[in-house]
């Protein structure tokens, strides 16, 4: 179920809704986060894919998976209308044999003010800020 009332009224909220929506299946929801022209990098020492059916089809695998997330901030720097985001996330559920699946990186995005006061991502890297 798509909840089209709800939008990221400060950069940090991008962080909950993203979480949220994940934690119940909800690709629809998801990709109204996501400026238009928006980038993600699907997997680590992968090249991003760019636009929302591009970003929308590497997110179906982890919505697949019908696991949980849970994503704690770690930073928030803004300056104007752009925000750069730190967050630490765990991926927790069974992959597709059965197994445990655990999964957790260090994600660095940026998100955008529009026009009508909300926030969207404009590049997610969910491994961006893992050490090296």
């Given amino acids: 179920m798509t909840i089209t009332t709800e939008t990221a009224h400060s ?10 929506a994940m934690n119940r299946g909800d690709l629809d929801f998801i990709m109204t986060l996501y400026e238009d022209d928006a980038c993600l990098i699907p997997q680590p020492h ?27 901030r770690t930073t928030s720097v803004q ?3 752009i925000a750069l985001l730190r967050s630490v996330w765990r ?19 940026v998100v955008r003010r529009q026009h ?13 800020a893992d050490p090296s």
Avoid: N
């Avoid at 894919?49 to 994503?71: C, N, S």
């Avoid at 991926?91 to 995005?109: I, K, N, V, W, Y």
């Avoid at 009508?116 to 491994?127: A, E, L, T």
């Fill in 11 to 20: 950069p940090e909220a991008i962080l909950a809704l993203f979480s949220q």
């Fill in 46 to 72: 992968q090249q991003p894919v760019q636009g929302k059916p591009a970003i929308r089809q590497a997110l179906q695998h982890f919505l697949a998976l019908q696991a949980k997330i849970h994503i704690q």
């Fill in 79 to 81: 300056t104007g209308d």
């Fill in 91 to 109: 991926l927790t559920g069974t992959d597709p044999d059965g197994s445990a699946l655990q999964m957790a990186h260090e994600s660095t995005d």
């Fill in 116 to 128: 009508d006061g909300s926030w969207k991502i404009v590049i997610d890297h969910p491994f961006g």
